[in-house]
């Protein structure tokens, strides 16, 4: 059963470009969330769909940053234009839905903007 | 807000040494807990999990947690790591609407 999917592992980029990240979640599972994670600001909740609707954008730090999910097996987490203090490790997670069932994480992008 | 507290942001143990790493939520209502651990370099995993019955809850690699409602806390244990059990450990909480809070973590580094 492949879990999270996540691409890609390591994107480099200079400032001012746009980068584009992508996940897929696991099959059947209809909540997924997008974290950031930096060693000074520790795990971020970014913004988190369920039923493929944005349900909570409010951790998405400014308009650079949006988030879509066209289907319940695609999203993706776009920075326009990047900054250098966007450099984090980028996870996506995705759930069943239900209070007990546990996020699964997928391997996370590394995100290096110079 | 909800919110989790992991008041141990660092510890260093040596092999053999009993582990506990505290864990407190502000939230009154019913609540699912998780402990998550992250290995250097790689992503979350989730080591066990309480939802309801007992609470005291098992999980992978030889932990274990203690749901305490009275003291809003879900402990994590483990009566001898390794040095394998370096990593980042994360509690969570997740609340009706199916959010998840994360603690800001508390590092591992057991010394072989």
């Known amino acids: 059963d492949a879990g999270v999917i996540q691409s890609p592992r390591h994107e480099v980029t200079e400032m001012g470009q746009e980068v584009t990240l992508r996940c897929k979640p696991i099959?059947?599972?209809?909540?997924l969330f997008w974290y950031r994670q930096t060693m000074m600001r520790g795990l971020e909740l970014l913004i988190y769909?369920?039923?493929?609707?944005?349900?909570?954008d409010s951790g998405m730090p400014e308009d650079r940053f949006s988030a879509k999910m066209p289907n319940a097996s695609f999203s993706t987490l776009k920075i326009q234009p990047s900054e250098p203090r966007d450099s984090a490790v980028y996870f996506c997670?995705?759930?069943?839905?239900?209070?007990?069932?546990?996020?699964?994480f997928g391997n996370g992008t590394r995100l290096t903007v110079t | 807000a909800q919110s989790v507290s992991q008041h141990n942001h660092h510890v260093i143990l040596s092999e053999a040494a009993s582990l506990e790493l505290g864990c407190n939520y502000s939230?009154?209502?019913?609540?699912?807990l998780f402990w998550y651990v992250q290995y250097p370099g790689q992503h979350l995993q989730l080591l066990l999990k309480?939802?309801?019955?007992?609470?005291l809850v098992k999980g992978i690699k030889g932990f274990e947690a203690e749901f305490i409602k009275s003291k809003f806390s879900f402990n994590l244990r483990k009566p001898s790591v390794q040095w394998s059990d370096t990593a980042e450990y994360f509690c969570?909480?997740?609340?009706?609407?199916?959010?998840?809070?994360f603690g800001t973590g508390t590092s591992l580094t057991v010394i072989p």
């Open positions: 939230y009154g209502g019913t609540v699912n």
């Open positions: 969570a909480v997740n609340a009706p609407g199916n959010q998840f809070y």
């Open positions: 997670a995705s759930s069943l839905g239900t209070g007990s069932s546990p996020l699964h």
């Open positions: 099959s059947g599972h209809n909540s």
């Open positions: 309480y939802f309801s019955g007992d609470p």
């Open positions: 769909f369920n039923n493929n609707v944005p349900i909570d």
